[in-house]
């Protein structure tokens, strides 16, 4: 059978891994926060007993949009998105450091305060815990500061403070459970130059035209790369019958 074959079919197959990048992009257009993927395809040359005149096609994520999505307005005081660069730093389930540019923050019945996902938000030392409370605000360097239950409305007590960080984006990298980290793992240190807006959350950077026009695009390639399969099926069935004569 003709190599033709094999090299249609990879590219097919890999054609349709990026499919499913921006798939995944798309279906996040609506999650707060979320980084969109970049995908590109690159041309892997095969060795073997010939000359290496054939080229496979390899899909691969090159890395993660890091630029802000719009904020939108909630009004509710433990909503918090950050403002220009910058980063709210959260305890992984892995038990490491992660970071998320916004949250619907809430208070578990433990009194910790925690991501809409449950991931603990970390403070000055660690995971911060609020005592109970009448009302809670979060400042616009992190402070979180409450009105502790029966005291007056002028009482207002500072608990921690939000690890606010703000590393260089070439450090940062998308893991395999959509979490952001340090490459090769480690901490950031805090910056206390990093803003938040309360009462808002940060949208997807998603954007919907590109991503369904990148997807139309990629399904084209994906009809061609059959195409192309198919032919080199009747190329070999026309070889077939040539030896049959033969």
């Not at 660690?126 to 409370?133: D, K, Q």
């Not at 500072?158 to 090769?184: C, F, H, N, S, Y």
């Not at 910056?191 to 954007?207: C, T, Y």
């Amino acid at each position: 059978m003709d190599k033709m074959l094999y090299v249609a079919m990879t590219g097919a197959t890999q054609n349709a891994l990026a499919q499913r990048a921006h798939a995944n992009n798309l279906a996040n257009l609506s999650t707060s926060g979320f980084q969109r993927d970049f995908a590109q395809a690159r041309s892997m040359q095969v060795f073997g007993d010939t000359h290496p005149a054939r080229v496979y096609a390899m899909t691969e994520r090159p890395g993660t949009d890091f630029s802000p999505g719009s904020l939108m307005e909630t009004g509710r005081d433990l909503d918090v998105a950050v403002e220009g660069e910058g980063w709210i730093a959260v305890q992984a389930p892995d038990g490491g450091e992660a970071y998320v540019r916004t949250g619907g923050l809430q208070i578990d019945a433990l009194g910790m305060l925690r991501t809409g996902d449950g991931l603990p938000v970390l403070g000055n030392g660690g995971p911060i815990a609020v005592p109970p409370e009448q009302k809670i605000d979060i400042g616009v360097d992190g402070t979180v500061s409450i009105r502790a239950a029966g005291e007056g409305p002028n009482l207002i007590i500072a608990v921690d403070r939000l690890k606010l960080v703000r590393p260089d984006p070439a450090q940062l990298e998308k893991g395999t459970d959509g979490m952001i980290r340090l490459k090769g793992g480690g901490e950031a240190e805090p910056e206390a130059g990093v803003r938040l807006a309360s009462g808002f959350l940060e949208g997807s950077n998603v954007n919907a035209v590109e991503e369904m026009t990148a997807m139309l695009a990629l399904s084209r390639q994906f009809e061609l790369h059959i195409k192309m399969m198919r032919t080199a099926e009747d190329d070999a069935a026309a070889m077939a019958r040539v030896l049959q004569i033969g």
